[in-house]
Nanobody, 120 residues
Framework: QVQLVESGGGLVQAGGSLRLSCTASEFRLDYLPIGWFRQAPGKERAGVSCISSSDGSTYYADSVKGRFTISRDNAKNTVYLQMNSLKPEDTAVYYC?????????????WGQGTQVTVSS
């Protein structure tokens, strides 16, 4: 089972930026579709962005289009989520997981996630 580790969260003011990282120590991520999901207090976990393994297609939730960018660095075995123009409503715990991008379906177990807090 693929175990992914998230990092890069923090506290930032509205309009600021953060870059989240998703990595694995025992698996190559090059061949896996990876999604970023988030869960805000009192809300269900939801898909934010996803990158396919076949052709590198990227997917974004409407709420983050134009602000977030997902990418891979295969040399570092890492998938990034660059988050710009952050809003208070982006506050959540962010998780990465292997996923079917077309349906925002995650697979495997969840890691600890990384907290993102955006102050107004």
């Amino acid at each position: 089972q693929v175990q992914l580790v998230e990092s890069g969260g923090g506290l930032v003011q509205a309009g600021g930026s953060l870059r989240l990282s998703c990595t694995a120590s025992e698996f190559r991520l090059d061949y896996l579709p990876i999604g970023w999901f988030r869960q805000a207090p009192g809300k269900e976990r939801a898909g934010v962005s996803c990158i396919s393994s076949s052709d590198g297609s990227t997917y974004y939730a409407d709420s983050v289009k134009g602000r977030f960018t997902i990418s891979r660095d295969n040399a570092k075995n890492t998938v990034y989520l660059q988050m710009n123009s952050l809003k208070p409503e982006d506050t959540a715990v962010y998780y990465c997981a292997t996923a079917r991008c077309s349906s925002w379906t995650p697979f495997g177990s969840w890691g600890q996630g990384t907290q993102v807090t955006v102050s107004s």
